[in-house]
């Protein structure tokens, strides 16, 4: 049967109905799948009551296998299954409220990630994302011009360093992270990156993961990505995932950013992840 695919009207994202996800994927519906994240970037599968995590990991490595998740422990039983885990009664700063695109400090960071709805607040917690093709092609010619000269350093350190926000000091936090000083390696990408399956450029992360430019002083590298960093997520490039019970959804770490959101105070969320590698 063929899927169904709904986009939001935002700047990305859409809605597939017409498969079960829990059940083995023919390898036509594995390429609309993709088809259909490619175009999108980011698609949510609603209605998946049988989705449990072995469909999880089934899909992952469907839709290109595991990749690398460093700083996170699985969740018990599994090798490649994080969980995305706030407590009804905690208290400590939300996790990844600040835009960026996963582990992009790695040197070959996750082509896309997945997250399934485990315990979804009545309330709150949407996950928002922003479309870094439109964004770009949204800048006047000579910036883009300026910008695809560009090397940007990549590093964990601000989030996951001992001394990072997830490090340490960091008290009370129900997920699995496991700060660590590797977190304070540097690797670099270009800012500007053509898409490898789609040919499109698109601004690469953002401030946050990205802590300095290549040849570029300190306080003028900052400075422009402060600058881009208000540009990257402005409200024309954002899409705004609503979670639902029983609901899967995938996106394209290569042209968007993502960030999460609070508002369920009180209410437990939980989410569970996986990361699918580049190739
Ligand atoms: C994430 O960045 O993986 C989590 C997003 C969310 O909690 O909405």
């Given amino acids: 049967m063929a899927i169904t695919v709904e986009p939001s009207g935002q700047s990305c994202g859409a809605r597939i109905t017409g498969v079960n996800l829990a059940s083995e994927l023919a390898p036509s ?25 072995d469909a999880l990991e089934r899909f992952t490595v469907a839709m290109g296998g595991f990749g690398e998740d460093p700083f996170f422990d699985p969740i018990p039983g599994r090798t490649h299954i ?13 996790f990844a409220e600040n835009w960026h695109s996963d582990w992009s400090f790695l040197p070959r960071p996750p082509a896309g990630t997945c997250l399934l709805s485990i315990d ?9 994302f922003a479309n870094q093709i439109a964004a770009f092609n949204a800048l006047p010619d000579d910036r883009k011009a300026q910008l695809r000269t560009l090397t940007a350093i990549h590093s964990a350190r601000a989030a996951y360093a001992p001394d990072g926000a997830y ?23 270009p800012l500007v990156q053509r898409h490898p399956e789609t040919g499109e450029e698109a601004l690469f992360s953002c401030f946050g993961y990205i802590i300095g430019i290549e040849g570029m002083a300190d306080a003028e590298a900052i400075a422009l990505l402060t600058e881009l960093y208000h540009w990257q997520s402005r409200e024309e490039f954002v899409y705004r995932h609503q979670w639902e019970p029983d609901m899967l959804i995938l996106w394209d770490n290569r042209s968007v950013l993502h960030r999460a959101t609070g508002g369920y105070e009180g209410h437990r969320r939980e989410l569970h992840r996986t990361t699918i590698a580049a190739h």
């Fill in 120 to 128: 979804i607040p009545p309330v709150g917690g949407d996950t928002l």
């Fill in 167 to 189: 490090g340490e000091k960091d008290e009370g936090r129900s997920m699995a992270i496991r700060p660590d000083p590797s977190a304070r390696e540097t690797c670099t990408h």
């Fill in 82 to 94: 994080a969980a995305i885990l706030r407590e009804a009664d905690e208290q400590s700063p939300l």
């Fill in 29 to 53: 519906t594995v390429a609309a799948i993709r088809k259909a994240w490619l175009e999108h970037r980011v698609v949510s599968f609603p209605g998946q009551t049988r989705m449990d995590d």
